[in-house]
């Protein structure tokens, strides 16, 4: 028996012992994957980028559901097994057997919206040749939907990932979020591995200049070469049993599983270690303290870790109210930057039409009103679509300013707490492992528009004015067209592209207060909710209290034994904590 078998079988132990489930549930399912040396390769990205296909093309059938809104609302693991089969983990550490014909009940976002379910994972067995040596596909939920518990089940998965394939796309290229997400599992997974999906729906040009953008952002969040970029459709794959950029992915993940599969099973059982326990050893410190002070003294030091909550959250506000005076948006500055544009942008759509119009061969008039409307159309699309790039880009600086102003913030707040909760408690939350703060909101789709402009009356007696002019002035009639029709478009289109940012800009400011406030009150509820079980157990008597201490000692002692036999903390290197704040 594996090192890892018997300090999984430690937290199943230690978490069945504390009621904790959902813990338990996840051990034994860990337990199960090293004793049939399986190991996780996740497949991850943002909602809509075509993981479930992706998962599907692999395995050559359409197992999983996959459709033109966001479906998959919970982790979905597919391992090998001697016929289809599913079983249901859910949080509460309970199972439930069923056929795969009813995934979609458990793991859609309409057969089980926002995960009402309680659902933990869904783990599919298959008789698929990819998944005999032991590797186990697992699609998961995507980051950036409207649909926040979704995101939140893909974060709780990542240290349990040994292999990530994040899926990304051509049209849009990598946003903020997918980036965000690759910044967080590159520390995680032993192995990354990036694939433009959908390359069918794009040009060859445009998928050359989102591969090359694509790896400028990565090498830069990295700080390493990201390796190769795979091209692929997953949908063509499936539509027609192969597809170049899904075959050399899949024989890239049998060679990972023919020459790694060992170690990268015992490995996935050390993470999982390491993450349910430090779960499980926070919990017990706290409890452990309020079960050692009186009671009457613990109670005024709850309630003096409520007034100090309070203040956090005047400062909070402050902070908050802070961030979005620091980060607005110079508005004069930017309408300058607009009417340029559009000044600028309007006389090259007067001078192309011109040039056209004046070169040969001769053309008739209607010719060369149909090559003016459309030099016209196509060089204002070009222009707006230029500003809204502009505008992007301002709403990326604005989100990457105010995402490090808030964790640099947030972390201060939490010191606070945590200081006030060892001033209170005798017990210190510290040891926080790096994770910044999280804003799931990405610049919105615009599409362009065209002024009804074109239909006005005046526009059916064009050609017949045109019929009795000479072809000089039809040219000139033309450009002058152009000229109005170029500026009643980028009038509409800009204005467009500033309302969005504007929304864009809002959003942010109403995620980044969400999000800051979630992780104080989760904090917040954290520590009182261990002191509030330390009170229970501690109004049961003094028995009761000795034998709690001696049921916390043993949970420790077992939590560390297990974690020092995998080279993880030592007498002198103090608990292991969960995540909570750190700078990015």
């Avoid at 005076?325 to 500055?333: K, M, R």
């Amino acid at each position: 028996m594996y090192r890892e078998d018997e300090a999984l079988g430690a937290v199943s132990d230690v978490a069945n012992a504390r009621g904790d489930g959902a813990i338990a549930a996840e051990a034994r399912e860990a337990s199960r994957a090293l004793a049939s040396g399986r190991f996780n390769v996740a497949v991850l990205g943002q909602f809509k980028r075509g993981k479930s296909t992706l998962v599907n093309a692999l395995l050559g059938t359409e197992l999983l559901p996959a459709d033109v809104v966001p479906l998959t609302s919970t982790v979905t693991i597919v391992e090998y097994g001697p016929r289809p089969a599913a079983r249901v983990c859910y949080a509460d550490g309970s199972e439930e057997s069923g056929g795969v014909e009813r995934l979609a009940d458990w793991v859609s976002e309409e057969g089980n919206p926002s995960n009402v379910k309680g659902v933990q994972a869904v783990v599919v067995e298959l008789p698929s040749p990819l998944l005999a040596p032991g590797l186990r596909l697992v699609d998961t939920p995507g980051i950036g939907s409207v649909f926040a518990p979704n995101s939140a089940a893909t974060r709780r998965f990542l240290p349990r990932i040994d292999v990530a394939i994040v899926v990304l796309g051509s049209d849009p290229p990598i946003s903020g979020e997918e980036l965000a997400l690759v910044t967080e599992v590159a520390p995680l997974a032993g192995c990354l591995r990036f694939v433009l999906n959908k390359s069918d729906r794009v040009r060859e040009q445009t998928r050359e200049k989102a591969a090359a953008f694509t790896r400028e952002v990565l090498l830069g969040a990295l700080g390493r070469d990201p390796g190769p970029l795979a091209h692929a459709s997953a949908r063509i794959a499936l539509e027609t049993g192969s597809e170049p950029g899904v075959d050399a992915l899949r024989e890239w993940i049998r060679g990972l599983a023919r020459d790694s599969a060992g170690d990268l099973a015992r490995a996935s059982a050390r993470r999982a270690v390491r993450h349910l326990s430090s779960r499980l050893l926070q919990g017990i410190d706290i409890e452990r303290a309020a079960l050692t002070q009186p009671i009457a003294e613990l109670e005024g030091r709850v309630e003096r870790f409520r007034n100090a909550m309070r203040d956090v959250e005047d400062l909070a506000l402050a902070v908050l109210t802070r961030l979005r005076a620091d980060t607005s948006v110079d508005w004069d500055a930017w309408q300058e930057r607009r009417r340029e544009l559009e000044g600028r942008r309007t006389e090259q759509v007067v001078e192309a039409v011109r040039t056209s119009l004046d070169r040969p061969p001769r053309r008739s008039r209607e010719a060369m009103r149909r090559e003016a409307s459309e030099i016209t159309r196509r060089l204002v699309a070009d222009g707006v679509e230029a500003w809204r790039r502009e505008a992007v880009a301002e709403f990326e600086r604005h989100r990457t300013a105010m995402v490090a102003r808030a964790t640099s913030e947030a972390n201060r707040l939490v010191a606070r707490v945590a200081s006030e909760a060892a001033a209170a408690f005798g017990t210190e939350i510290k040891e926080l492992e790096p994770e910044p703060v999280r804003v799931e909101l990405g610049a919105g789709v615009f599409e362009f528009v065209e002024s009804t402009l074109a239909l006005d009356a005046s526009v059916w007696v064009v050609p017949l004015v045109d019929a009795l002019l000479p072809r000089r002035a039809v040219a000139a009639r033309a450009a002058s067209r152009a000229r109005r029709t170029a500026s009643e478009w980028f009038r509409l289109n800009l204005y467009e592209v500033d309302r969005h940012l504007t929304d864009w800009l809002d959003a942010l400011s109403r995620h980044v207060d969400a999000e800051v406030r979630t992780r104080l009150e989760a904090l917040r509820e954290e520590v009182l909710a261990a002191v509030a079980e330390g009170l229970r157990t501690r109004e049961e008597g003094l028995r009761a209290i000795e034998e709690a201490l001696a049921r916390l000692a043993v949970q420790r002692g077992r939590l560390e034994t297990a974690l020092s036999s995998l080279g993880g903390i030592g007498d002198g290197e103090g608990s292991l904590r969960p995540a909570v704040f750190a700078q990015a």
